[in-house]
């Protein structure tokens, strides 16, 4: 089965950039998703198809697929950016495959 | 748009449960559903997918041939029966919305999520 690899955790200093890699096997041939999940709380997307984000996203997330590596940007990073990313892509079968999350620590 | 989950309780281990999920503010029968669980302290899990007719289902491998979602277009719900339940199933079980309408072929990602309902199997 198709298996995507995280970093199990990042930081980044309030304003600077924050990259949250996620590596499969030419998962630049896939559409990657990605999802912000806050302590207690249900996932929210904030990246689909790569690089697009949902309305109400801010701009400071961004997003770029190519290889065997999908980069979640976040730019400006704020104390409120605090959260596991999840990556996300559908394998041949039609199942979906998450990453295992990155923690994202802003200090 | 609201999906609330339900059905979640303690159960013994290869014992059967049914969570369903209740869609409102939407038009539902216009959307891909999906089961995603996450175990305690956990990643996300995908589970499961329905298109919006009920034509193509799809399971994760660890579920497969034990779990069968449903849909219920008339009533706005979604469902999971869940059948010989072990520990390996103890998670908290989130309802989530297809993003695109219709379905071609291929889903998409999850643009709406329930607030979960927790599932535990212990004797």
């Known amino acids: 089965s198709y298996v995507l690899a995280q970093p199990p955790s990042v930081s980044v200093a309030p304003g600077k950039t924050a990259r949250i890699t996620c590596g499969g096997d030419?998962?630049?041939?896939?559409?990657v998703y990605w999802y912000q999940q806050k302590a207690g709380q249900a996932p929210v997307l904030v990246i689909y198809?790569?690089?697009d984000r949902p309305s109400g996203v801010p701009e400071r997330f961004s997003g770029s697929n190519s290889g065997n590596t999908a980069t979640l940007t976040i730019s400006r990073a704020e104390a409120g950016d605090e959260a596991d990313y999840f990556c996300?892509?559908?394998?041949?079968?039609?199942?979906?495959?998450f990453g295992g999350g990155t923690k994202l620590t802003v200090l | 748009v609201q999906l609330v989950e339900s059905g979640g309780d303690l159960v013994q281990p290869g014992r059967s449960l049914r969570l369903s999920c209740a869609a409102s503010?939407?038009?539902?029968?216009?959307?891909?559903m999906h089961w995603v669980r996450q175990a305690p302290g956990k990643g996300l899990e995908w589970v499961s997918g329905?298109?919006?007719?009920?034509?193509?289902?799809t399971y994760a491998d660890s579920v497969k041939g034990r779990f069968i979602i449903s849909r219920d277009n008339a009533k706005n719900s979604l469902y999971l029966q869940m059948n010989s339940l072990t520990a390996e199933d103890v998670a908290l079980y989130y309802c989530?919305?297809?993003?695109?309408?219709?379905?071609?072929?291929?889903?998409?990602?999850?643009?709406?999520w329930g607030q979960g309902t927790m599932v535990t199997v212990s004797s």
């Open positions: 989530a919305k297809d993003r695109a309408a219709g379905y071609a072929g291929n889903f998409d990602g999850f643009d709406i």
């Open positions: 503010g939407l038009t539902f029968d216009d959307f891909a």
């Open positions: 329905i298109s919006w007719n009920s034509d193509t289902k």
């Open positions: 030419n998962i630049g041939s896939k559409s």
């Open positions: 198809y790569d690089r």
């Open positions: 996300q892509v559908w394998d041949n079968s039609r199942e979906g495959v």
